[in-house]
Each structure stands twice: as structure tokens, then as C-alpha cells.
């Protein structure tokens, strides 16, 4: 995971079936080799605020950015593993991040996490879908241009 990660290829939006969820979907590679994860972005373009998730897959999800203003998660204490440093107990709420860093000690030897349990708050300057996504990409190990990114899609329907 902390390899360094290109876009291979060119990804488009589609629609997944879900209510007006569009998912915007890229193969990643190392050295020039796909490896079997995926950069994904699910848009909502029907909301009334702006709303999207930012995902690293890899056979399941080892990193998600939500981003919405009600969003919240709960950080608490998991039985065998310590919490890590800078992710605050209780309720996050608002724009936040599951990261790897905070979560691979949750997988069981060669084993991915089942579920993302710990997350931080987006900082301050890290708002809007640019910005966002490209912090993902950092703190993912993404090495991308905004050619490369997707642009959010344009409200569907009139509120």
C-alpha cells in the first residue's frame, strides 16, 4: 500500500442503479503494473449539498474520504488494537477520512480490515471535491494530475 500508485487509463462516470449514485471508477498500477486496486469516486448529484466518497479498493475498501455535511462516525476503542495518534474519540463530524495508516493494524496477518473503524476530520483548508480528492491521493500514495481526476458531475434535477 505505501507504494507509489498511477491511473492507468482512462475511467468515466457511470451509473450504478443506486439512486442517482454515479461512480467514477480507475485501475491503479505500480511500476507500471495494475494491481488489482481501483480509485473510486461515487458522486450524488442530486443532493441539496454537496456530497461524494472517495475510495481505495482493494479486493474491499482500505480507505474511504466521505464528504457531506450531516456525515458523522463514531471513533471509539477496538478490542486488540490501540487507537491510533491523532484520531480523536467520539463522534467526527462533517467531511472526514478513513485512512489506511489508521486502520491497517485492524487486519489479522495477510488479512485487509474488515471495517474502517478509526477516522479523522478533514483539515480546515481541505474543502470541496479538487482539493479533496487530491489530498486522497496523497495520503493514498496516488500520484495523479487534475487531467487525471474526474470533474463532478453537474446537478441532475432542479430542488
Known amino acids: 500500500m505505501a507504494a507509489s500508485k498511477r491511473i492507468a487509463g482512462r475511467a468515466d462516470w457511470q451509473d450504478v442503479g443506486l439512486g442517482g449514485v454515479r461512480r467514477w471508477l480507475a485501475p491503479l498500477a505500480v511500476e507500471g503494473t495494475v494491481t488489482g486496486m481501483d480509485l473510486v469516486v461515487d458522486a450524488f448529484p442530486n443532493e441539496p449539498d454537496l456530497r461524494f466518497t472517495v475510495l481505495l479498493l482493494y479486493s474491499r475498501c482500505v480507505m474511504r474520504l466521505e464528504y457531506a455535511v450531516h456525515v458523522r462516525h463514531r471513533n471509539h476503542p477496538v478490542r486488540?488494537?490501540?487507537?491510533?495518534?491523532?484520531?480523536?474519540?467520539?463522534?467526527?463530524?462533517?467531511?472526514?477520512?478513513?485512512?489506511?495508516?489508521?486502520?491497517?493494524?485492524?487486519?489479522?496477518?495477510?488479512?485487509?480490515?474488515?471495517v474502517l473503524e478509526f477516522a479523522i476530520p478533514l483539515p480546515p483548508a481541505v474543502r470541496g471535491f479538487d482539493n479533496a480528492s487530491r489530498w486522497f491521493c496523497g495520503e493514498a500514495e496516488i500520484?495523479?494530475?487534475?487531467?487525471?481526476?474526474?470533474r463532478l458531475l453537474p446537478r441532475e434535477t432542479l430542488l
Open 80 to 114: 486488540g488494537a490501540f487507537v491510533p495518534a491523532g484520531v480523536p474519540l467520539g463522534w467526527v463530524v462533517g467531511p472526514h477520512c478513513h485512512r489506511w495508516t489508521d486502520n491497517r493494524a485492524l487486519g489479522r496477518g495477510d488479512a485487509l480490515p474488515e
Open 143 to 150: 500520484t495523479c494530475t487534475s487531467e487525471e481526476l474526474p
